[in-house]
């Protein structure tokens, strides 16, 4: 069993930035890939950014490609997502989750996750 805990949502003005984190307990968290997906009112659940389980690489959507990095400490069984010049449109409730998906599995199928936090909000006004 990972228990996945998230704090770090908040309010920030469009061109603001947040950092995302996300602690892992229990199993061993290297063995499985880690994504952050989101979810706006109203909207379905979105892929944002996902790390693999060494860390050696990653893999963003389109729509935040280049103002978000995903980063994993393994020594601290964390995981981290930096989000700079943030845009009403970013919105919503993130989540983070444990997959073994990578590439375009994982970005169509975000909810196929094995294990995921509880999702913290992230409010950008413009």
């Known amino acids: 069993q990972v228990q996945l805990a998230e704090p770090g949502g908040g309010l920030v003005q469009a061109g603001g930035s947040l950092r995302l984190s996300c602690a892992a307990s229990g199993r061993t968290f290297s063995n499985y890939n880690m994504e952050w997906f989101r979810q706006a009112p109203g909207k379905e659940r979105e892929f944002v950014a996902a790390i693999t389980g060494s860390g050696a690489s990653t893999d963003y959507s389109d729509s935040v490609k280049g103002r978000f990095t995903i980063s994993r400490d393994i020594a601290k069984n964390t995981v981290y997502l930096q989000m700079n010049s943030l845009k009403p449109e970013d919105t919503a409730v993130y989540y983070c989750?444990?997959?073994?998906?990578?590439?375009?599995?994982?970005?169509?199928?975000?909810?196929?996750?094995?294990?995921r936090g509880q999702g913290t909000q992230v409010t950008v006004s413009s």
């Open positions: 989750a444990a997959t073994r998906n990578w590439g375009y599995n994982l970005r169509n199928n975000p909810s196929d996750y094995y294990y």
